[in-house]
């Protein structure tokens, strides 16, 4: 065998591979062209807000299936975002934002100005994430902390950040944060219209870093991402520094997780600390686990599927949710460590 | 100056129920590599058994030792032993463990905070220190001294040391691992449950008293290093002393993204924590 | 190419190491034998980097690699395998080759999907033998398959000084004959360094040896050299000469 055999037979896979699999990606994208018009508005902006979590789930898949990084602090990143953009929104309505009215500061403060522009706040939302994920990846990662340990270092900084922004009630609005957004550049929040059109701006977004970090992790750099995971030692042996590869894909998960906060925030209509704290990131790692954490899609699928049940099990039961999510998070962890993309997968295989 | 004095004796009792918590989880930790989220809510159960027990305060502390203990040892005979060499999989599993013994809590004893009343004898105190901060000063100091007894004394603990040391030699050796581990969990998290109760002399009891100091707690474990008795006492204390000094200082509100840079700034230095044992296996 | 000054290794008070001298030339091929636990792969460690040496120098082209990180000496041109191979298991044995191969690229070259095989990869594929595997994951492998994917990264990356531990512990004679047959083929055109235990595989093909007994080089020679030092024959595995070193079964 030669290697263009090597080559052809990979290709051939490939393409029965395709088609076959091309029906979910259609049957995906036809329910999410048709979800407008099946729900009525409450509804839409709640799986909006779904779509949301299932960005920053994306990162944590990334990062924690492919990459092995368990990581308790995305809620950091993606509050990074969301503050971001809720400052341009309180500072579109000119004049000082009313929580600071209420808690007696006088002039707007200097590290407000800049997110007066719209550019400025989005790339603050994404690019900030990034660079702080860079910094404690680079300490971190290159003193080779790892596993349980990284995982104990992002959540102490998630509860960090949180005493941080109840702290400073002027600058942050405490423990309520922002609300009461009314204009995104033009357009009414309130209005349907806005709220459609920004389901399927969240819904493009989340279908574009799908699809890139797909590409990803079919790449070669993907293939090192799971060598790290699985050998970090070896693959220092095989020329690379685990560290730099894995700093990149914390990187590119926090900055996912920041995007995702500045989506929310016009979403939802606002953003608190406790949005982002402990619970928040953990729950989020629940859900990849539920959906499935070696796949992307399973991320996804699980930070959907979670937030509905969620929702619908609050609304009838109230507290008796807490058992459920936890009942249900040590079923998964105990029966279907690969979550329900590993059952159904086992079901298609069997 | 004066602030100086006046607030160390904060900064020690912060270390000391620091230093009752990690006790626990380093062991846990160190011989099973376990990262138990529960931990949190043993804490918190030893602080209702000292509610449930008003005016029994010293008995208290044994029944939260047992009623703690016994806890951690379903935990583990139930779920635990079948996730390890899974370390990050059983944080999520007693995550999940977590927040159900807290609902569990808010359904029996409400969700408000209820208080503790210590006992006379601990009012008062000699000149800057109280006599409760004393108190839980030594009482971190006694169960250090029980548990290095306990470790370089007891048969058990010696065989406990093996499996932390290593943990295939151990078996092969003879080592019933599966029971030293059970003796293991059932001792750290009795620990968790004295420092429920020693909590109590310093704030009130509510359903999520546990998660306010699980963090510090596992930060005072990575910083000590695993397993290390030493590392643990000298961890703990820096961390608590820091945290006091730190919200003195700046704002209460950076404390903790200060005492969160400076572990990650001593990582650095030490990515091990303060003492570790050599290896070259690959992991 | 290489040259070993008094490499001393200290684990917690114990000697693993006790100043060793070692001068490998290019395109040689070394045979490093001693009975277990004489320091062999410690030895092996130092130079690749995953021990740091309590004192020494590792001179390799000019460059002292004490102290430089594992990456970095893989990059200067030295691979090594490991006792136990390490192979991973959920790659195919393909993306296994394929990135022991890439290192050089840029990181974000590494982004865009692999398109093809390249030379280097298709070359160890050829060499060890794996060509009809090449698809299948790391993980469905035999132990000696697992070796010769090991020695095929290590080829595929292409160094300049290969470090090969133990390649042929726990294998079986026909595995053991082409190993040996792949060892003599890369020895044709790299500088290659062996540690083998097995005396029958020494015998066959071996030329140079160096022997380590408890951290120091006892001697150093050919085989037969080797074979008739009488300080030899005493330390090996405290059996007689003739019955260790000797003519074999
Ligand atoms: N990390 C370590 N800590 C303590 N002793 C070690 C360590 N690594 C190796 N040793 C000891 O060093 C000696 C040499 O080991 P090694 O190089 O593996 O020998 P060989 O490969 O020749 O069999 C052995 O006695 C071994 O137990
Ligand atoms: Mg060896």
């Given at each position: 065998?030669?290697?263009?055999?090597?080559?052809?037979?990979?290709?051939?896979?490939?393409?029965?591979d395709?088609?076959?699999?091309a029906?979910?990606?259609?049957?995906?994208?036809?329910l999410?062209v048709?979800?407008?018009?099946?729900?009525?508005?409450?509804?839409?902006?709640?799986?909006?807000?779904?779509?949301c979590?299932a960005?920053?789930?994306?990162?944590?898949?990334?990062?924690?299936?492919?990459?092995?990084?368990?990581?308790?602090?995305?809620g950091?990143?993606?509050?990074?975002?969301?503050?971001?953009?809720?400052m341009?929104?309180?500072l579109?309505e000119?004049?000082?934002?009313?929580?600071?009215?209420?808690?007696?500061?006088?002039?707007?403060?200097?590290?407000w100005?800049p997110?007066?522009?719209?550019?400025?706040?989005?790339a603050?939302?994404?690019?900030?994430?990034?660079?702080?994920?860079?910094?404690?990846?680079?300490?971190v990662?290159?003193?080779?902390?790892?596993?349980a340990?990284?995982?104990?270092?992002?959540?102490?900084?998630?509860?960090?950040?949180?005493?941080?922004?109840v702290?400073?009630?002027?600058l942050?609005?405490?423990?309520?944060?922002?609300?009461?957004?009314?204009?995104?550049?033009?357009?009414d929040?309130?209005?349907?219209?806005?709220?459609?059109?920004?389901?399927?701006v969240?819904?493009?977004?989340?279908?574009?870093?799908?699809?890139g970090?797909?590409?990803?992790v079919?790449?070669?750099?993907?293939?090192?991402l799971?060598?790290?995971?699985?050998?970090?030692?070896?693959?220092?042996?095989?020329?690379?520094?685990?560290?730099?590869?894995?700093?990149?894909?914390?990187?590119?998960?926090?900055?996912?997780?920041?995007?995702?906060?500045?989506?929310?925030?016009?979403v939802v209509?606002?953003i608190?600390?406790a949005?982002?704290?402990?619970?928040?990131?953990?729950?989020?790692?629940?859900a990849?686990?539920?959906g499935?954490?070696?796949a992307?899609?399973?991320?996804?699928?699980?930070?959907?599927?979670?937030?509905?049940?969620k929702?619908?099990?609050?609304?009838?039961?109230?507290?008796?949710?807490?058992?459920l999510?936890g009942?249900?998070?040590?079923?998964v962890?105990?029966l279907?460590?690969?979550?329900?993309?590993?059952?159904?997968?086992?079901?298609?295989?069997? | 100056m004066?602030?100086?004095v006046?607030?160390?004796?904060?900064?020690?009792?912060?270390?000391?129920?620091l230093?009752?918590?990690?006790?626990g989880?380093?062991?846990?930790?160190?011989?099973?590599?376990?990262i138990?989220?529960?931990?949190?809510?043993?804490i918190?159960?030893?602080?209702?058994?000292?509610?449930?027990?008003?005016?029994?305060?010293?008995?208290?502390?044994?029944?939260?030792?047992?009623?703690?203990?016994?806890?951690?040892?379903?935990?583990?005979?139930?779920?635990?032993?079948?996730?390890?060499?899974?370390?990050?999989?059983?944080?999520?599993?007693?995550?999940?463990?977590?927040?159900?013994?807290q609902?569990l809590?808010?359904?029996?004893?409400?969700?408000?905070?209820?208080q503790?009343?210590?006992?006379?004898?601990?009012?008062?105190?000699?000149?800057?220190?109280?006599?409760?901060?004393?108190?839980?000063?030594?009482?971190?100091?006694?169960?250090?001294?029980?548990?290095?007894?306990?470790?370089?004394r007891?048969?058990?603990?010696?065989?406990?040391?093996?499996?932390?040391?290593?943990?295939?030699?151990?078996?092969?050796?003879?080592?019933?691992?599966?029971?030293?581990?059970?003796?293991?969990f059932?001792?750290?998290?009795?620990?968790?449950?004295?420092?429920?109760?020693?909590?109590?002399?310093?704030?009130?009891?509510?359903?999520?008293l546990?998660?306010?100091?699980?963090?510090?707690?596992?930060?005072?474990?990575?910083?000590?290093?695993?397993?290390?008795?030493?590392?643990?006492?000298?961890?703990?204390?820096g961390?608590g002393l820091?945290?006091?000094?730190?919200?003195?200082?700046?704002?209460?509100?950076?404390a903790?993204?200060?005492?969160?840079?400076?572990?990650?700034?001593?990582?650095?230095?030490?990515p091990?924590?303060?003492?570790?044992?050599?290896?070259?296996?690959?992991s | 190419?290489?040259?070993?000054?008094?490499?001393?290794?200290?684990?917690?008070?114990?000697?693993?190491?006790?100043?060793?001298?070692?001068?490998?030339?290019?395109?040689?091929?070394?045979?490093?034998?001693?009975?277990?636990?004489?320091?062999?792969?410690?030895?092996?460690?130092?130079?690749t980097?995953?021990?740091?040496?309590t004192?020494?120098?590792?001179?390799?082209?000019?460059?002292?690699?004490?102290?430089?990180?594992?990456?970095?000496?893989?990059?200067?041109?030295?691979?090594?395998?490991?006792?136990?191979a390490?192979?991973f298991e959920?790659?195919?044995?393909l993306?296994?080759?394929?990135l022991?191969?890439?290192?050089?690229?840029p990181l974000w070259?590494?982004?865009?999907?692999?398109?093809?095989?390249?030379?280097?990869?298709?070359?160890?594929?050829?060499?060890?033998?794996?060509?009809?595997?090449?698809?299948?994951?790391a993980?469905?492998?035999?132990?000696?398959?697992?070796?010769?994917?090991?020695?095929?990264?290590?080829?595929?990356?292409?160094?300049?000084?290969?470090?090969?531990?133990?390649?042929?512990a726990?294998?079986?004679?026909?595995?053991?004959?082409r190993?040996?047959?792949?060892?003599?083929g890369i020895?044709?055109?790299?500088?290659?360094?062996?540690?083998?235990?097995?005396?029958?595989?020494?015998?066959?093909?071996?030329?140079?040896?160096?022997?380590?007994?408890e951290?120091?080089?006892?001697?150093?020679?050919?085989?037969?050299?080797?074979r008739?030092?009488?300080?030899?024959?005493?330390?090996?595995?405290?059996?007689?000469?003739s019955?260790?070193?000797?003519?074999?079964?």
């Amino acid at each position: 065998m030669n290697k263009t055999d090597v080559m052809n037979k990979a290709d051939v896979m490939k393409k029965a591979d395709v088609m076959k699999k091309a029906i979910y990606p259609i049957l995906v994208g036809l329910l999410v062209v048709a979800a407008p018009f099946l729900m009525d508005a409450f509804r839409l902006n709640l799986l909006a807000k779904y779509l949301c979590f299932a960005i920053v789930a994306l990162g944590i898949g990334l990062a924690w299936g492919q990459g092995g990084m368990l990581t308790l602090g995305q809620g950091v990143f993606f509050g990074l975002g969301g503050y971001s953009m809720a400052m341009y929104l309180k500072l579109q309505e000119g004049g000082l934002p009313d929580f600071m009215v209420w808690s007696g500061v006088e002039k707007l403060p200097a590290l407000w100005t800049p997110f007066a522009n719209p550019v400025f706040a989005l790339a603050t939302a994404i690019l900030g994430p990034m660079l702080l994920a860079t910094l404690l990846g680079l300490l971190v990662f290159r003193q080779r902390v790892r596993g349980a340990y990284f995982a104990i270092l992002t959540q102490a900084l998630a509860a960090a950040l949180v005493i941080l922004l109840v702290g400073q009630q002027g600058l942050t609005g405490g423990t309520n944060g922002m609300t009461n957004f009314y204009d995104l550049f033009a357009w009414d929040l309130a209005e349907d219209s806005t709220q459609r059109g920004l389901y399927f701006v969240v819904a493009v977004v989340l279908a574009l870093l799908y699809l890139g970090a797909r590409q990803l992790v079919r790449s070669r750099y993907g293939r090192l991402l799971v060598a790290v995971r699985d050998g970090e030692d070896r693959v220092r042996f095989l020329g690379y520094d685990p560290a730099t590869v894995k700093t990149v894909t914390f990187a590119i998960s926090a900055g996912m997780a920041g995007l995702a906060g500045a989506l929310f925030v016009p979403v939802v209509g606002i953003i608190s600390p406790a949005l982002l704290g402990v619970v928040p990131s953990l729950e989020l790692v629940v859900a990849v686990a539920v959906g499935g954490r070696y796949a992307l899609a399973g991320a996804v699928l699980g930070a959907v599927v979670m937030g509905y049940a969620k929702t619908a099990f609050s609304e009838q039961f109230a507290d008796g949710w807490l058992y459920l999510q936890g009942a249900l998070f040590i079923l998964v962890m105990t029966l279907a460590p690969k979550g329900i993309m590993g059952v159904i997968k086992r079901a298609r295989t069997a | 100056m004066e602030a100086f004095v006046n607030q160390l004796p904060i900064g020690l009792s912060i270390g000391a129920v620091l230093l009752l918590i990690a006790l626990g989880l380093t062991f846990t930790f160190g011989q099973m590599g376990v990262i138990n989220m529960a931990h949190g809510e043993f804490i918190m159960a030893g602080a209702y058994t000292a509610f449930l027990l008003p005016g029994l305060f010293v008995p208290s502390l044994v029944v939260a030792f047992f009623v703690a203990g016994a806890m951690g040892l379903v935990l583990e005979r139930l779920a635990i032993r079948h996730f390890y060499g899974r370390p990050l999989d059983t944080l999520l599993l007693t995550w999940g463990v977590s927040l159900v013994l807290q609902q569990l809590a808010r359904d029996l004893f409400g969700a408000p905070n209820v208080q503790v009343k210590a006992p006379d004898w601990l009012a008062g105190g000699i000149g800057i220190l109280p006599y409760n901060r004393l108190f839980i000063m030594g009482l971190a100091i006694a169960s250090v001294v029980g548990v290095w007894l306990y470790l370089v004394r007891t048969k058990h603990g010696r065989r406990m040391r093996a499996v932390m040391q290593n943990r295939r030699l151990a078996a092969t050796s003879g080592i019933d691992t599966g029971r030293v581990d059970m003796l293991t969990f059932f001792i750290g998290s009795g620990l968790a449950g004295i420092a429920g109760v020693a909590l109590t002399l310093v704030g009130p009891v509510g359903p999520s008293l546990g998660t306010y100091y699980i963090v510090d707690a596992f930060l005072v474990v990575v910083a000590g290093g695993l397993g290390q008795l030493r590392g643990a006492v000298l961890a703990a204390a820096g961390l608590g002393l820091l945290n006091s000094y730190a919200e003195f200082w700046s704002d209460a509100s950076l404390a903790k993204v200060i005492v969160f840079a400076a572990v990650i700034a001593f990582l650095q230095f030490r990515p091990q924590g303060l003492f570790t044992v050599r290896s070259r296996a690959l992991s | 190419m290489l040259e070993l000054r008094d490499i001393q290794v200290d684990f917690d008070g114990f000697k693993a190491l006790g100043g060793v001298d070692l001068t490998v030339a290019e395109g040689e091929l070394r045979f490093l034998i001693g009975p277990n636990g004489a320091g062999k792969t410690t030895l092996i460690d130092v130079i690749t980097g995953l021990t740091r040496p309590t004192s020494g120098t590792v001179g390799f082209d000019g460059h002292d690699l004490v102290g430089r990180k594992e990456h970095h000496i893989v990059r200067l041109g030295v691979g090594r395998t490991f006792q136990t191979a390490v192979v991973f298991e959920e790659l195919t044995v393909l993306e296994n080759l394929d990135l022991a191969a890439s290192f050089r690229k840029p990181l974000w070259s590494l982004m865009r999907q692999r398109k093809g095989v390249t030379e280097a990869v298709e070359e160890a594929l050829s060499r060890t033998g794996l060509e009809e595997l090449a698809e299948r994951s790391a993980g469905v492998l035999s132990h000696g398959q697992r070796q010769w994917l090991e020695i095929g990264m290590l080829l595929a990356q292409r160094p300049r000084l290969l470090l090969l531990d133990e390649p042929v512990a726990g294998m079986s004679r026909e595995e053991r004959e082409r190993t040996g047959e792949l060892l003599t083929g890369i020895a044709r055109d790299h500088t290659v360094i062996v540690v083998e235990h097995d005396m029958e595989f020494l015998r066959r093909y071996a030329s140079q040896v160096t022997v380590l007994h408890e951290g120091k080089v006892l001697t150093e020679g050919s085989v037969d050299q080797v074979r008739a030092d009488p300080r030899v024959q005493e330390v090996y595995l405290g059996r007689r000469a003739s019955d260790a070193v000797g003519t074999g079964s």
